[in-house]
């Protein structure tokens, strides 16, 4: 693995990693295999931010900022957006390295502090090409969607990352890769993600004006995760190959005849009593879907903490029970009567791994373990065949 986990981070680390105020002698290293998984490392600070703006903002309005339901369907959005990460080293950092070691211009000092500060402003121009880029071109919005599905503008949403993003995402990385070294821009990469968190909210450094602007706004998007159907279905009845391309190359609102990036005019008028999509879901079935989130949350911590010694096959396993488990809990927040069944079925597995440990299989069966037992078959079969 690319990434590994850092064992004494200290409280005071923790809090300025949140903030992008780590300095370069604190997170320089000459290999990328020897960069922290900081991302991975500031799941604390992820729940306890979040608890401070729940108290801060009963204190100041009487009321809490989150919903249990768009809570619940954001961090697990963040967490099925890590998923792919506990298979191999991800696609940003695999394309960056393979630009790096063939077609490098020259080598910036890895251990220099200019070097660490022209990635710091690199990484983030090219997030602002992204991000902006991601809102103009309708494929990036079909993959960027996903983080402005929600209805709610809290610390919460910003862990409502996509799956897909990040497989448009690396291309605007690439030109880095001609002069700066891989270590030191695994390290800005992830800066620049949790960066953006605690930005994620109506109580941060805003005024007054913003303030009312934001009680106006009505959040969420009209497609969801239904985006890419959209696109295809669009791109399929669009006459003309012209026409074709511009559906997947230009605005998410583009139609023929239209602007690159669609007429104003076609967005929905906001009348400020839109009513947020809150189906009305029990309070026991709230506290059955917290419990088991909390439980599949420790389950996903357990295994990034360990991906290093499991198999490919636990690895698998488990993310396939986390996808599992997280769409239940999906449909539990949306009140959807065939929840019941998948539920059943969750459970059974669950019961089925807990008995032969749900962690048993997360921690006995790693790759060292596999080879064991693959050479004592392997010593057993040639014992047979001698004995016959």
């Known amino acids: 693995m690319v990434l590994h986990l850092q064992s004494n981070l200290t409280l005071s ?38 608890i401070i703006e729940l108290v801060v903002t009963w204190f100041q309005k009487g009321k809490t900022v989150f919903r249990i339901n768009d809570a619940l369907t954001s961090i697990s959005a963040g967490i099925l957006s890590r998923t792919p990460e506990l298979l ?38 090219a997030y602002y090409w992204l991000h902006r880029m991601s809102h103009e071109v309708n494929m990036l919005w079909a993959a960027h969607q996903v983080h402005h599905s929600s209805e709610d503008y809290n ?47 109506e109580d941060g450094t805003i005024t007054a004006s913003t303030r009312i602007m934001l009680e106006l706004l009505s959040f969420g998007t009209g497609f969801s995760c239904h ?35 669609g007429c104003l005019e ?31 949350l420790g389950i996903y911590l357990h295994i990034f903490a360990h991906k290093s010694v499991l198999s490919e096959f636990t690895i698998l396993l488990g993310i396939g029970y986390i996808i599992l488990t997280l769409s239940s809990i999906g449909l539990m927040m949306e009140n ?18 807990e008995l032969g440990s749900l962690t048993g299989p997360l921690k006995l069966v790693t790759k060292d373990n596999v080879y064991v037992n693959a050479k004592r078959s392997s010593e057993l079969s040639l014992l047979s065949t001698s004995i016959q």
């Not at 393979?98 to 121009?125: C, H, K």
């Not at 959807?336 to 791994?353: G, P, Q, T, Y």
Request: net charge positive; glycine share 6%; with cysteine.
């Open 13 to 50: 680390q923790g809090v300025r990693l949140m903030f992008y105020a780590l300095t370069p002698s604190e997170t320089t290293f000459r290999e990328v295999d020897q960069v922290y998984d900081y991302v991975q490392q500031a799941t604390p600070y992820f729940v306890g931010l979040m």
């Open 88 to 125: 191999g080293r991800g696609i940003e950092l695999t394309g960056y390295i393979y630009i790096w070691r063939n077609f490098r211009l020259f080598e910036l000092p890895w251990n220099s502090a200019w070097t660490w500060w022209l990635a710091l402003l690199g990484v983030d121009f």
């Open 227 to 261: 985006h890419l159907l959209y696109i295809l279905k669009t791109f399929w009845a669009t006459p003309g190959i012209c026409n074709k391309i511009s559906v997947l190359f230009k605005g998410p609102g583009w139609q023929p005849g239209k602007p690159r990036l």
């Open 266 to 296: 076609d967005i929905p008028a906001i009348s400020g009593n839109e009513i947020p999509h809150n189906p009305h879901i029990p309070v026991w079935l709230q506290l059955y879907a917290v419990l088991h989130f909390i439980l599949i």
């Open 336 to 353: 959807r009567s065939e929840v019941a069944i998948l539920e059943i079925v969750r459970c059974c597995i669950f019961l089925f791994l």
């Open 155 to 201: 610390l919460s949403t910003a862990l409502r990352q996509s799956v897909l993003q990040k497989y448009f995402s690396w291309v605007f990385n690439l030109p880095m890769a001609l002069f700066i070294p891989p270590s030191v821009f695994a390290v800005h990469l992830q800066f620049n993600l949790l960066y953006q968190f605690w930005i994620h909210t």
